[in-house]
């Protein structure tokens, strides 16, 4: 093959330059990744040759080898693991398809922190070595094949493929460094490096020292696989760093090894950030799954439930085939036995976090609240588990802060007050400030306040807790206790607007369901209630939005008759007018639930019509 030149993908071109460039403050971590990256080789490897003996045919015994060259000025790594045919060095290292560096480009900040982390979450690792390199070697020769491929590129747009005489299978990559990067051709510098980010790496990686002599350089045991009290805090929040590809550390973890019916160990954590794939269908991380510290596949579905995809960490099993697929993952016993006692670990976490360390919990909840409110949808089981961690802002509080528990709640109820109330909105401001909750906010009565779009379905499933029920304060008739309400004067008040509210009934029948006197209000002339057990007008527009038919449901509408506005119209004697009025009194009314007018340039002429007349 003669050496041809390829150009990269438009988005690997700007990848390059940002690394250029130095975009990356913490350096170092380009041998983290291109470990990693080797010892993934060798795990494939080993997992192929389970279906292939033969691609063993030169040995079984896998390693990654290390050496530097102070005076080249480079870095060797070579592993003996799968190998790339030149189709795949072209598809892995040229193209964006399998790199994921559009992703990573869009998700890129700025901040070089913060930047520095999204490195190997989105497959880009290999191209941290142009973070210190000038130039780039990769040979490369597929296990099974006897050709063996060139790779190299000075990280400016191009790269060059040629045939190469790398006389074994596996991959060499040589990162000839830029001047001011020099430092990391020192073989002292190099193992530093490898204890701090890759000890755990189950495959032997090798140094070469000054003086020629090779040494094996990290812990071949699988740190998971060490019994608890030999592993200190340090070592478990590297390998955090170097199993999620982070900059940042843990904010709690577990590691217990189960024996019985199944054996396994899991090791689990909790990230102080917030995972950039978080709300995405398709994550690129989950549960690393080793079958006898063999790596197998990465799982982000079958070992642990969607709300908790937030959790880093892996499981190693005793009791699964080395030959596992997906398929066999969806139905196997060992599995769901391994996922049960995996959730029960997680939540075990965070109780921990709760009961111990109140701030700490209230940084995991300012991360993952509305994370772990999914559980409540999805997990009927350990519901009740679940239910106490959860926090909400609430009218106790003078901020939206979600800090009030349920059981917070239930402790300030009063002795007549039945039911938890609460209120979603579109947004914990508009929650707050809504028509709905000015007679329980009157009456001292405390009003949980919900603002993420899980909350309407947190509350669907929520039913009750502690024997409340949780009631809508946006839903129904309200009562506010016995000893709040002037019956006397309820009576004298449905007298006195019968007809008014007759009259408002009949002209908006085809908008309203029913129009009636309100104890909710107290500042506000007018509202629309969802009928018992009805569906809100929040819940009906996230419907809406996800593109769900939605039967005409009408709501009814609640009006305040202390209120100035109110009290005009029961003397107002102009037919025309009254008619706006009315309508306003719909309209503001849909917009203080967060609604949308049908015909907003109607509102606005009758808004501008009614004060016209209220000036003359």
């Not at 917070?408 to 609460?422: A, F, H, N, V």
């Amino acid at each position: 093959m003669t050496t041809t030149t390829h150009a990269f993908q438009a988005e690997v071109k700007q990848l390059m330059k940002l690394m250029i460039h130095s975009l990356y403050s913490n350096k170092e971590i380009f041998l983290r990744e291109l470990v990693s990256n080797a010892s993934d080789a060798c795990d494939k490897l080993r997992f192929e040759a389970l279906q292939n003996p033969d691609l063993l045919a030169e040995g079984s015994d896998f390693s990654i080898s290390l050496s530097a060259d102070k005076e080249a000025g480079t870095v060797t790594i070579t592993d003996n693991g799968i190998g790339m045919s030149k189709d795949e060095v072209v598809q892995f290292l040229g193209t964006v398809a399998s790199s994921g560096t559009r992703e990573y480009l869009n998700a890129m900040t700025g901040d070089q922190k913060k930047d520095a982390q999204l490195i190997g979450q989105f497959g880009v690792g290999f191209y941290s070595a142009f973070v210190v390199s000038e130039r780039v070697e990769v040979d490369s020769r597929r296990a099974g094949s006897t050709e063996a491929v060139r790779w190299s590129s000075e990280g400016t747009g191009e790269y060059t493929l040629e045939d190469s005489d790398f006389d074994q299978r596996g991959t060499r990559i040589t990162l000839h460094l830029r001047e001011d990067d020099k430092e990391f051709a020192d073989a002292m510098r190099l193992r530093y490096i490898v204890k701090r980010y890759s000890d755990h790496i189950a495959v032997p990686i090798t140094l070469a020292g000054e003086d020629g002599e090779v040494e094996t350089i990290n812990d071949t045991t699988a740190l998971w696989q060490r019994p608890k009290g030999e592993i200190d805090e340090q070592q478990y929040k590297d390998l955090y760093q170097s199993m999620s590809h982070a900059m940042d550390e843990p904010l709690a973890w577990s590691h217990n090894r189960v024996e019985g019916k199944y054996e396994y160990t899991s090791l689990f954590f909790i990230p102080s950030t917030r995972p950039f794939d978080l709300y995405e269908r398709e994550q690129r991380n989950g549960i690393k799954l080793f079958i006898q510290r063999v790596f197998v596949l990465e799982d982000k579905e079958q070992l642990l439930p969607r709300y908790l995809r937030f959790v880093r960490g892996l499981v190693d099993s005793a009791d699964l085939p080395l030959n596992v697929s997906r398929e066999i993952l969806q139905s196997n016993k060992v599995v769901d036995a391994i996922r049960s006692g995996s959730v029960k670990k997680i939540l075990g976490i965070i109780e921990s976090m709760n009961k111990n360390d109140a701030d700490k919990y209230v940084e995991f909840w300012n991360l993952f609240g509305a994370v772990l409110k999914e559980g409540v949808v999805e997990d009927a089981g350990n519901k009740d588990r679940i239910a106490p961690l959860l926090r909400f802002a609430s009218t106790h509080n003078d901020n939206l802060d979600e800090t009030v528990t349920l059981a917070d709640y239930i402790g300030r109820m009063k002795s007549s007050q039945e039911p938890i109330y609460y209120l979603v909105g579109d947004t914990k401001e508009g929650a707050a400030s809504s028509p709905h909750i000015e007679g329980l906010r009157a009456k001292g009565i405390e009003v949980l306040i919900l603002g993420d779009r899980i909350d309407e379905w947190l509350v669907s499933h929520l039913q009750e807790f502690e024997g409340k029920p949780l009631r809508s304060a946006a839903q129904g008739d309200i009562d506010l206790g016995d000893d709040t309400v002037d019956e006397e004067r309820q009576k004298q008040l449905d007298e006195q607007y019968k007809d008014l509210v007759a009259r408002v009934q009949s002209l908006l029948s085809d908008k309203v369901d029913d129009v009636r006197l309100s104890q909710r209000l107290v500042e506000s002339p007018s509202c629309v209630v969802a009928q018992e057990g009805a569906p809100s007008g929040y819940l009906q527009r996230m419907l809406e939005e996800a593109g769900q038919a939605m039967p005409s449901l009408k709501p009814v509408l609640e009006i305040n008759p202390t209120h100035p506005l109110i009290v005009r119209m029961g003397v107002e004697q102009d037919k025309d007018l009254f008619k706006q009025y009315a309508s306003l009194l719909y309209e503001q009314a849909i917009l203080a639930e967060g609604g949308q007018l049908t015909d907003p340039a109607a509102f606005v002429k009758r808004v501008n019509q009614v004060i016209l007349s209220v000036s003359n």
